[in-house]
C-alpha cells in the first residue's frame, strides 16, 4: 500500500506489516517446483550415524557425530539460550559442505540496513555464510520460540534486503559495478525444522527501503517448507524420520543456493 506507515526499524521488528509496506509477497512452492526435482537423497558428507542417532549424544559416536547430536540435543531443549539453534544449524551447514575455501559461516552476524534514511539499524542473522569480507552469501534467522508465535519470514526477507545493501557497498569498495538484482538463499529456523527461501533483492526495492517508499513493481519471494508427517508444528529434527527427510531438503537447498549465489560472487 502506497499509503501504508514506514518507518525505521531493524530486522528483528520487521512483521508482515512491512513486507505489505514495501509490496512484498511470499508464495509456497512444493519441493518439486523450488527444488527443481522432489529430494530423495542424502549427501555423503552426513555420516549414516547421525540419521539414527538418538538424543542425548552416545559417547560411542565418532567425535564430528558426536558434536553434531550435541548441537541438536541443545537446540531441542526449551531451557537453552536461544542462540543454540543458530549454532546448531551451523554446525550442520558445515557437515553438509556448505562452508569451503574461502568462505566461513559466522554466528549471530549483524548487517548494516539503511532504511527510511536512517543508517543505524541492523539485520541480526543467526548464522550467515560469508565470501571473503564484502559478500554474504547465504542468510539464517531462527525463531524466538520452538511454536513459532513470532514469525521469522519478514525478519530473514530484512536480512536479505540488508544483504543486496552489504554486497553491493563491497563491490563498490572494491571498484566493482554494483548488480541491479541478487536472488539471496536463507533459511528460516522454527525450532530445529528449516523453512527454505529464494529472495530476489532488486536495487528498486532496496532504494524503496533506504527511502521508505513503496515500490512500484511487486517482488515475489518462494518458499518450500517441510511438513513433519505426523502434522506437529514443534517437531524437528529429534525425531528420526523427520529428521531424514529434512536431510534430503538441506541437500537439495545446497545446489539451489550454490546457483542462487553464483550469480552475484
Known amino acids: 500500500m502506497a499509503n501504508h506507515i514506514r518507518s525505521a526499524k531493524s530486522g528483528v521488528d520487521w512483521t508482515s506489516a512491512e513486507l505489505v509496506a514495501y509490496n512484498i509477497k511470499v508464495q509456497r512452492q512444493s519441493a518439486l517446483d523450488f527444488f527443481g526435482y522432489v529430494p530423495t537423497t542424502i549427501s555423503n558428507t552426513v555420516h549414516p550415524a547421525f540419521m539414527d542417532a538418538n538424543l542425548p549424544a ?41 562452508e569451503r ?9 549483524a548487517i548494516p540496513l539503511t532504511i527510511c534514511g536512517d543508517t543505524a539499524c541492523v539485520a541480526q542473522t543467526a548464522a550467515c555464510l560469508l565470501h571473503d569480507a564484502f559478500t554474504i552469501l547465504l542468510v539464517i534467522r531462527q525463531d524466538k520460540t520452538d511454536i513459532g508465535d513470532m514469525n521469522p519470514e519478514p525478519q530473514v526477507i530484512a536480512e536479505a534486503i540488508a544483504t543486496f545493501q552489504f ?3 563491497g563491490r ?29 533483492i532488486t536495487q528498486q526495492l532496496s ?14 519471494v518462494n518458499k518450500c517448507t517441510f511438513s513433519p508427517p505426523s502434522g506437529r ?13 529434512i536431510l534430503k531438503y538441506y541437500t537439495a537447498f545446497k545446489g539451489v543456493a550454490e546457483q542462487c549465489w553464483s550469480q552475484f560472487i
Open 167 to 169: 554486497n553491493n557497498d
Open 207 to 220: 532504494d524503496a527501503v533506504i527511502s521508505g517508499q513503496y515500490p512500484a513493481n511487486q517482488t515475489v
Open 58 to 98: 552416545d559417547e560411542a559416536l565418532s567425535e564430528g557425530t558426536c558434536r553434531l547430536v550435541r548441537y541438536l540435543d541443545f537446540a531441542t531443549d526449551p531451557q537453552r539460550c536461544q542462540a543454540a539453534v543458530g549454532d546448531f544449524v551451523k554446525e550442520l551447514l558445515r557437515v553438509l559442505g556448505f
Open 172 to 200: 563498490t569498495r572494491l571498484g566493482v559495478e554494483p548488480l541491479e538484482t541478487m536472488t539471496i538463499p536463507a533459511i528460516a529456523m522454527i525450532g530445529t525444522r528449516p523453512v527454505f527461501y529464494k529472495i530476489p
Open 233 to 245: 508444528l514443534c517437531e524437528g529434527m529429534e525425531v528420526l524420520e523427520t529428521r531424514r527427510e
Open 101 to 109: 575455501r574461502g568462505t566461513l559461516l559466522r554466528s549471530r552476524f
